[in-house]
């Protein structure tokens, strides 16, 4: 593997200056765990290359006392206009992320391109995969949550997207998740082209991956798609898109038919559902309705408390469950993961649910838990489409809950038909996927409650229409 040479580049000194001084502004970022912090720790560096003036680094650091890692890399320049969120470190100094420049889009996919490592003072960084020449022609941003920054390159070879991690987790499921739909040649995934990993220098260990480049695919987002078609039928008493959502049924059908692999290696492969999975998954809800209820008040709470001999029973009918299947899944299958383009449905985004920490977010679960994650979805899209036409009668709430259950039905038509028969036998399926619906709309409630009180009778309406046989 070839390494790259640091001999014109500063030495490593110039950049840790930079980054120390740019504690307090890098704790403020979106993606920071630990907002005000006065102080950094740097782990290592990583200097990549020098250009025009700019020094192009990578780092490993955390914010004391707290030990979560993160990795970004750099730009050290003169230029207040160079890179992502720019800051002066010193006078006519800035620092700024990097994955805007052109310059590090550059040195990227030429690295993928020669399989190239950078070594650190403790650790190494590898890329890995297999790209065609091409010219740079344009970088863009794409935005990102609180743990990633996307943007899309333009080539010569194609259009493609660089996707960085920001936590420095093992854990995060989705280069692992890519690697393995891109082997089953997923229709319905995005093509994984190249990874970029941080592993240790020598010997053995395991290697966390900092970025994923993937194949572009043009589309539209989902929940916009979904959302506008539920306005028109609030609107104008239009019926929902059939084709839609049974469409997006089938894709789902695809994307677990590619997960349920009996063949691949032990962390991925598909597992019978023990009563202790059950107990766990019992005890989830259990823990979810707790949280909820002690974030309500006056009726919202005593509504909630009436629904707990219904949420009992449907968490008595999990034991119906043991002998059946669990699997790795998306893990936080919505709208909002999923892109229209003309041949139907891309699925997006395999880091999992937010809240889930570690180990959890590689945990295997039921199918039918990405289908209720989804059928919540739907409930959410008809609520805002009513909040965006200001319609509050009578006749327009009715049609906003006619759309919602006319998508769910084909939503799960479509994906029983297209199902492989090995996951699930379609009796219980429907049932399956409202338990989980349920576990969802108690998740929002409490998050609702937090952040968006307003909001919170959505999850709540979500949790009476789980929890009743008319879904």
């Not at 941003?141 to 991690?165: C, I």
């Not at 489409?385 to 038509?413: C, P, V, Y």
Request: glycine content about 10%; charged content about 25%.
């Amino acid at each position: 593997m070839p390494r790259w040479r640091k001999s014109q580049l500063p030495d490593d000194a110039e950049v840790v200056e930079a980054l120390k001084a740019a504690a307090d502004h890098l704790s403020g970022t979106r993606w920071s765990g630990r907002k005000g912090a006065s102080e950094l720790s740097i782990r290592d560096v990583f200097l990549f290359l020098e250009r025009n003036g700019r020094t192009f680094f990578g780092a490993v650091f955390s914010f004391p006392p707290s030990e979560e890692a993160y990795f970004a890399p750099f730009i050290l320049s003169s230029s207040k206009k160079a890179g992502l969120r720019p800051f002066e470190v010193a006078p006519g100094k800035y620092l700024a992320e990097a994955e805007r420049s052109r310059g590090f889009a550059g040195f990227t996919l030429k690295m993928i391109r020669r399989g190239g490592c950078v070594e650190g003072t403790r650790s190494e960084i590898a890329w890995t995969g297999k790209l065609r020449p091409g010219r740079l022609e344009s970088v863009q941003s794409l935005g990102g949550d609180t743990t990633n920054v996307v943007v899309a390159l333009k080539t010569s070879a194609g259009k493609m997207v660089l996707k960085s991690y920001r936590t420095v987790d093992p854990c995060n499921p989705e280069p692992e998740l890519l690697t393995h739909l891109s082997r089953q040649k997923c229709a319905v995934t995005p093509r994984l082209l190249g990874a970029c990993s941080l592993g240790p220098k020598e010997g053995t260990g395991q290697a966390t991956v900092l970025s994923v480049l993937l194949r572009h695919v043009q589309g539209w987002p989902g929940f916009e798609a979904f959302t506008g078609n539920a306005a028109r039928a609030i609107l104008k008493g239009l019926p929902p898109h059939y084709c839609m959502p049974r469409r997006l049924g089938e894709a789902v059908a695809e994307l677990h038919s590619c997960l349920f692999d009996p063949r691949a290696p032990a962390a991925l492969r598909p597992e019978q559902i023990l009563s202790h999975d059950v107990a766990r998954w019992s005890g989830l809800i259990e823990e979810r309705f707790n949280e909820a209820l002690g974030l309500l008040e006056g009726a919202r709470k005593e509504r909630l408390e009436n629904l707990k001999p219904q949420l009992d029973a449907a968490i008595k009918g999990m034991n119906a469950w043991n002998g059946g299947w669990k699997m790795r899944t998306h893990q936080d299958l919505h709208l909002g993961q999923v892109l229209v383009h003309r041949s139907g449905f891309l699925i997006i985004d395999f880091e999992g649910e937010p809240l889930r920490r570690g180990p959890q977010r590689l945990e295997k679960l039921p199918p039918a838990r990405d289908l209720g994650t989804m059928l919540r979805s739907f409930s959410y899209a008809a609520a805002v489409a009513l909040k965006r036409t200001g319609r509050t009668d009578h006749d327009s709430i009715a049609r906003a809950e006619g759309w919602e259950r006319l998508n769910s039905s084909s939503f799960m038509q479509g994906y029983i038909e297209a199902r492989p028969p090995s996951i699930v036998e379609p009796e219980g399926l429907a049932g399956c996927a409202r338990v989980w619906a349920a576990e969802k709309a108690l998740y929002e409630i409490a998050y609702e409650a937090r952040f968006r009180p307003d909001w919170v009778d959505i999850p709540l309406e979500g949790l009476v229409s789980a929890l009743s046989s008319g879904r």
